[in-house]
């Protein structure tokens, strides 16, 4: 299956569930796991969330038509007192943002260049996709990645996946495990050092 088969409907679905993903591993974080290392290199848990809460906090900015910059170095403090809460109003109106009649198919000016919506849609499933494993892993725990949404993530990134490495967010794709399932092949052609 191809990214043009899934229709709008199904890739908001991807967003609602990958970002209630997200959500349930923020909500169980506590104390001193905020400041647990991630395998995302020098991130914490607190630089991944807000990684996650300053991505969705642009998406109704683009949607009405506002310029938003490229985002390199992300401050915890976005958070707040109360990071849940502060994911929760980032994420709900993301969702809302591209959920609009015909937001999808509308171009925007992004900081990598004038994509469409289901381009952006398709970046923002993966974050909260991908980094609900990150911060499941600090927490020393494992979670099974949804398999639909990760073969929509798998077919989203592999036409890219040769430039990855070098765009600097990514590290080089690693060989998946034998009979590794969907969510486990979408990591390692992200770079993650999966447990052995």
């Not at 109704?60 to 929760?88: D, Q, T, Y």
């Not at 073969?151 to 690693?174: H, I, V």
Request: glycine share 10%.
């Amino acid at each position: 299956m191809g990214v043009s088969d899934y229709t709008d409907d199904q890739l908001i679905d991807f967003f609602v569930r990958s970002s209630a993903s997200f959500g349930e591993q923020v909500r169980e974080v506590d104390g001193d796991e905020w400041f647990a290392p991630t395998p995302c290199a020098d991130w914490d848990v607190r630089m991944v969330v807000a990684h996650v809460v300053i991505g969705d906090a642009q998406l109704p900015l683009l949607v009405n038509g506002e310029k938003v910059a490229l985002v390199e170095e992300f401050e915890p403090s976005v958070l707040g007192n109360n990071p849940l809460a502060a994911w929760r109003g980032t994420a709900l109106a993301a969702i809302r943002a591209l959920a609009r009649p015909g937001a999808l198919a509308e171009r925007y000016e992004h900081p990598i260049g004038h994509i469409t919506g289901r381009r952006i849609i398709g970046f923002r499933i993966t974050d909260s996709l991908v980094h609900t494993w990150d911060i499941a892993r600090a927490r020393g725990l494992d979670v099974l990645l949804d398999p639909e949404i990760a073969e929509y993530c798998l077919d989203f990134w592999q036409p890219m996946a040769a430039g990855l490495p070098a765009s600097g967010f990514f590290g080089p794709p690693m060989a998946p495990p034998d009979g590794a399932d969907p969510g486990l092949r979408l990591l390692s052609l992200l770079g993650r050092t999966l447990p052995t």
